[in-house]
């Protein structure tokens, strides 16, 4: 894989606003990359600094390395997909996907835009006007009239953001396969973890302007590397626990679970002996039901509160020693009753899946 | 049911617009309707014949002072639709991308400043600027640029066009203003994205965009232009009369009203059918364009 672009050190200010602090990243040729975070972590700050829309206060970019400082938006080898779609309302959709051509007489006008309709979807969608479009439509329309272009790299901002729930998983399998069909660097900015799981081959998670951790989309959910990225990332049980050797095993003794013996590796950033922090996915907690047995660890507890999903069910439950319940997540599998606020119950756990961080 | 519900909405509707509706009726409909009546009736010396006739038209199409002067108006309106036009795109475009939002409906207010003074005292005042030992003429001459005061700055088309434009000045940037407004600034980026400079993105984004603002604009400047009396009775000279002067000559001075009136018709129409043709062509135009 080479590395198409790379940011070192890059700092932005607005006023005194310090918008994006010290990134350093490469993304690869062909790769599907997301800047994931919560509003007002400087995720789209960054994308428009790649974009060409915002200047840097310090740091380079390099795209196709090539320093870019200076290179206003219109002369760089990126396209854009907006979050509003931003397509021209004076203009058809056949217009709209040619705007770019105008400066490309290499590129024979009428195939090109009858190929890219045809790649989004959207054959015989040319003669109509801006404004008969759905929102999928109008989304599928930026998309042709970015790729048109065959941009080294694909920006998109919050492209599925202004979809329904329905559409929007439909459109993330379709962005995969077009990103994949056409092998060009796709730059997604998304606030939806799922979205950026789904669809990434490596994210970014941004908190107040920093990349809190850069990972492949497994890394990431197993092997979070502070608590705001496990807690932004899906749901985390957290419980004090006390290190007491740390070597290519650790000897960990977790409140409320006891003492147990991990890997190296489940502490990704390291740790030393001494208190510590255990972290738990729900998924990755069971209850045991009535006739069910196991061969892992168990400890009882009390059910604290119920969230009945359909196809799965929240439990909250009290075991001795920990302050917060444990979060549980279960699938309603054929047999398993629902389970009542108050009912004693048994536990499931497994060492393998504590994640040890300071 | 619904019969008799719609029957209600539609009193009540009619209840909600009959106050306008009645006041539109008195202060419109009655005098245009007056003004067509006597523009086919005669004046016979001290008494008006009500026999109908055309008679006044004829006149109007033998007598080439009517046309010419019918011309004329048409001449200074279209110049100072398109001076006003051109000078309130820059001001509305300055207002609306360079102003901070928070200042912007100071600079609105700024620009409403005019109004604050009656239309008559800026006439005045143009005289004062423009005038033979006015502020223009005695500044140029003061440091040297003009050994005598310029005499084409008053009392001719000249001075009508320039009062005229600063006068209407407001009305033009206000609607291109509000059609800036409401341009998504992301579309600049997107077209900026796609390879357009900034300069290429006026003319294929934000010009097209703000035409219809452009079209409103110049309605309003050109439709009432036409018809100014103020200006060019206090301006014009004898060279910069309009066709108000004459149209106030005729049913005062001369004491013939209906000939006033054809003149009225006659320009009412000619403003109707220009202004038609205009707002036609730019559909044309903007659908051609989409």
Redesign the interface.
Known sequence: MTSLISLSGVNKYFGDYHALRDINLTINQGEFFSLLGPSGCGKTTLLRTI?G?EGVSSGVVMISDRDVAGV???QRP???V???Y?I?????VA?NVA??L???PDIDKSTAVDAALDMVGLTGFGHR?AHELSGGQRQRVALA??LI?KPKVLLLDEPLSALDKKMREQMQVELMQLQRHVGITFILVTHDQEEALVMSDRIAVMFDGEIGQMDDPETLYRRPNSRRVAEFIGKMNFMDARVTRSAAQIDVDVDGLGACTIDAEQAPVGIDVGLAKVGIRPETLAILFDGETTVRETISGVVDEVVYYGDMTYYDVRIDGVDTPLNIAMKNLIGRPVLDVGEPTTVVWDARSLVLLP | MWAKLTATEARRGLLMISPPLIYVLIMLAFPIGAIVLFSFWTQDFMTLDTTFTLQNYREIWAQPIFGALLKRSLFVSGCVTAVTVILAFPVAYFVSFHVKPSRKSLWLFLITIPFWTSYLIRVFLWKVILGYNGVVNSGLVGIGVIDEPLTFILYNVNAVIITLAHAFAPFAILPIFVALEKIDRSLLEASQDLGESKFSTFFRVTLPLAMPGVVAAVLIVFIPTIGDYVTPELMGGAGGKLVANMIQTQFLALNNAPLGAALAIVAMLCVTAISLMFVALNRRWLRGRS
């Open positions: 974009a829309f206003p938006a219109n990126t396209n854009m907006f979050q509003s931003a021209f309302p004076h203009l058809t217009e705007f770019g105008r400066k490309r006007s009239r970015a272009l």
